[in-house]
C-alpha cells in the first residue's frame, strides 16, 4: 500500500511512553531532522515545479493549493504569505482546504474523504487552463486531493503533486511529482510531525523559488513586499537604502515617489526620471529589477 510508510511504525517507538521527558525530546527532534533531510532528493522536481507555477503567474494564471487536514494547513501557510512576500495579487492566489472555514475551527478527519465536496470546492474556484494546481498530501491517497487534481488535469490545468509515500496515487494526476520521501512517524501516522515538515520546507523552498524566478528578489532582499504596516514600511525603506547606496530617510521619500513600491524607488534612485519611466522599465524587464537597473547605468 502507498501509505505503508506514514503509518509505519517508527523503530525507537516502543517504550516512548517510558522515557524521561528529556529521552523523548531527543527522539522527536532527531526524527524531525531525519525528515528535513528527506527533502534533498526532492530539490530537482522542486525546481521543475517552480517553474511551471512561476510561469502560469507570469502568463496570467492563477496558482492554486489544495490540501485538507495538516498538510492542508502547511499549503495554506505557504499561500497566505506569498501577496505579503513577493507582491502577488491576492486574486491570483487561491487555497483549497478541505472543510474550509471549518477546518480552521475543528480539523476533522471526514472532510478529506468528501469527492463530492472536492468537485463542488473545484468548480467553484472555475480551475482551468493556465492554472498551476498543487495538491499535497502526507499519504497520497487522500479522496480530495486527488479528485481536484483529477478534475483540474480534465480542465486543462497544470497539476503538481507532493506527497511523502512512494507510488502515491496523487503522483498518477500530476504534470511533476514531489516525493518527500520522509522515515515513519515516532507517533505512527501523526503526520503533522515528520511528514509536516518536510512538506513545510519544500513549500518555502517551491515559493521562494518562485518569487525569485518572477523577478521579486534581488540579492536576498524581497523586492516585491508589500508594506503595510509599521514593521514591513521601514523594512522597505531599508532594502532600498541597501540597494540603491543612499540613507534611509532618503529611501523613505524615494519610497513616497514610489508609491511603496521598492522596485521603483530603487530605479529612481538610479536615474530614472518619475514612477513612469520606472514601471516602464520594468515591464520591458520582465519585473526584473537587475535587468532594469542596466538601463539606466
Same mark, same amino acid.
Given at each position: 500500500?502507498?501509505?505503508?510508510?506514514?503509518?509505519?511504525?517508527?523503530?525507537?517507538?516502543?517504550?516512548?511512553?517510558?522515557?524521561?521527558?528529556?529521552?523523548?525530546?531527543?527522539?522527536?527532534?532527531?526524527?524531525?531532522?531525519?525528515?528535513?533531510?528527506?527533502?534533498?532528493?526532492?530539490?530537482?522536481?522542486?525546481?521543475?515545479? =517552480? &517553474?511551471?507555477? $512561476?510561469? @502560469?503567474?507570469?502568463? %496570467?494564471?492563477? !496558482?492554486?493549493?489544495?490540501?485538507?487536514? *495538516?498538510?492542508? +494547513?502547511?499549503?495554506?501557510?505557504?499561500?497566505?504569505?506569498?501577496?505579503?512576500?513577493?507582491?502577488?495579487?491576492?486574486?491570483?492566489?487561491?487555497?483549497?482546504?478541505?472543510?474550509?472555514?471549518?477546518?480552521?475551527?475543528?480539523?476533522?478527519?471526514?472532510?478529506?474523504?468528501?469527492?463530492?465536496?472536492?468537485?463542488?470546492?473545484?468548480?467553484?474556484?472555475?480551475?482551468?487552463?493556465?492554472?498551476?494546481?498543487?495538491?499535497?498530501?502526507?499519504?497520497?491517497?487522500?479522496?480530495?486531493?486527488?479528485?481536484?487534481?483529477?478534475?483540474?488535469?480534465?480542465?486543462? =490545468? &497544470?497539476?503538481? $503533486?507532493? @506527497?511523502?509515500?512512494? %507510488?502515491?496515487? !496523487?503522483?498518477?494526476?500530476?504534470?511533476? *511529482?514531489?516525493? +518527500?520521501?520522509?522515515?515513519?512517524?515516532?507517533?505512527?501516522?501523526?503526520?503533522?510531525?515528520?511528514?509536516?515538515?518536510?512538506?513545510?520546507?519544500?513549500?518555502?523552498?517551491?515559493?521562494?523559488?518562485?518569487?525569485?524566478?518572477?523577478?521579486?528578489?534581488?540579492?536576498?532582499?524581497?523586492?516585491?513586499?508589500?508594506?503595510?504596516?509599521?514593521?514591513?514600511?521601514?523594512?522597505?525603506?531599508?532594502?532600498?537604502?541597501?540597494?540603491?547606496?543612499?540613507?534611509?530617510?532618503?529611501?523613505?521619500?524615494?519610497?513616497?515617489?514610489?508609491?511603496?513600491?521598492?522596485?521603483?524607488?530603487?530605479?529612481?534612485? @538610479?536615474?530614472?526620471?518619475?514612477?513612469?519611466?520606472?514601471?516602464?522599465?520594468?515591464?520591458?524587464?520582465?519585473?526584473?529589477?537587475?535587468?532594469?537597473?542596466?538601463?539606466?547605468?
Amino acid at each position: 500500500m502507498a501509505s505503508a510508510r506514514t503509518e509505519a511504525r517508527h523503530e525507537q517507538a516502543e517504550g516512548l511512553d517510558e522515557r524521561s521527558p528529556v529521552e523523548v525530546l531527543k527522539v522527536l527532534s532527531s526524527a524531525q531532522r531525519q525528515a528535513a533531510g528527506a527533502v534533498d532528493a526532492a530539490i530537482e522536481d522542486i525546481a521543475e515545479a =517552480a &517553474k511551471l507555477a $512561476a510561469d @502560469a503567474l507570469r502568463s %496570467g494564471g492563477r !496558482l492554486v493549493y489544495v490540501g485538507a487536514g *495538516s498538510s492542508g +494547513l502547511m499549503a495554506m501557510a505557504d499561500a497566505l504569505e506569498l501577496p505579503g512576500t513577493y507582491g502577488i495579487a491576492r486574486d491570483r492566489i487561491v487555497i483549497l482546504l478541505a472543510g474550509g472555514a471549518a477546518s480552521l475551527e475543528d480539523l476533522a478527519g471526514g472532510y478529506e474523504d468528501d469527492e463530492a465536496l472536492a468537485l463542488a470546492d473545484a468548480e467553484k474556484a472555475g480551475l482551468g487552463k493556465g492554472d498551476c494546481v498543487i495538491c499535497v498530501t502526507a499519504s497520497g491517497t487522500t479522496p480530495y486531493a486527488i479528485a481536484i487534481a483529477d478534475h483540474a488535469r480534465e480542465h486543462d =490545468a &497544470k497539476v503538481i $503533486a507532493l @506527497a511523502n509515500n512512494p %507510488g502515491a496515487p !496523487l503522483f498518477a494526476y500530476a504534470d511533476i *511529482s514531489i516525493l +518527500l520521501q520522509t522515515p515513519p512517524e515516532v507517533i505512527s501516522g501523526s503526520t503533522r510531525m515528520g511528514a509536516g515538515t518536510a512538506q513545510k520546507i519544500a513549500f518555502n523552498m517551491f515559493s521562494t523559488l518562485v518569487g525569485i524566478q518572477l523577478g521579486h528578489v534581488h540579492d536576498g532582499y524581497m523586492v516585491n513586499l508589500k508594506a503595510d504596516n509599521i514593521k514591513l514600511k521601514d523594512r522597505a525603506a531599508r532594502i532600498v537604502a541597501g540597494i540603491a547606496g543612499v540613507d534611509v530617510e532618503t529611501a523613505g521619500l524615494l519610497l513616497e515617489q514610489s508609491e511603496g513600491s521598492v522596485k521603483v524607488a530603487v530605479l529612481i534612485a @538610479a536615474g530614472a526620471k518619475d514612477k513612469a519611466a520606472a514601471d516602464a522599465a520594468l515591464n520591458h524587464s520582465g519585473q526584473s529589477l537587475r535587468r532594469a537597473l542596466k538601463t539606466f547605468q
